[in-house]
């Protein structure tokens, strides 16, 4: 069964445009004042703050790679390399693309990685 190269590009982007928005949320501004009169008021919620930032900046970083994996994949799309590992040239199992369609990496590379 071949893939459809549409279908495939439209869930990407679709993925990309969610990611986009997590990664908005995650760093955006906090606007509740309370966060900002509570910050450092206690010896316990400044350690709290920086876990939840350090969480955040954990979480934007993974969305962030997993961005980057997406618009590489429609690149990949574009010039005709979609399915094949970029490190390696292998090409990656169907079943591998069917659950994460941006998959750049063989299995193989990607524990690598
Ligand atoms: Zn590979």
Do not use: H
Not at 27 to 43: C, L, N, Q, W, Y
Not at 52 to 80: C, H, I, P, S
């Amino acid at each position: 069964m071949a893939p459809d190269p549409q279908a495939i590009t439209r869930a990407l982007e679709e993925r990309r445009r969610e990611l986009q928005q997590e990664l908005a949320s995650l760093t955006e501004v906090p606007r509740d004042p309370m966060a900002a009169v509570s910050f450092g008021k206690r010896i316990g919620d400044g350690t709290t703050e920086a876990v939840e930032r350090l969480t955040k900046v954990g979480a934007a970083e993974q969305l962030d790679a997993m961005r980057a994996d997406v618009v590489r994949a429609l690149e990949k799309l574009d010039d005709g390399t979609y399915g094949l590992c970029d490190r390696c040239g292998a090409s990656i199992p169907d079943e591998r693309l069917e659950a994460r369609p941006w998959s750049v990496l063989c299995v193989r590379c990607a524990s690598l990685r």
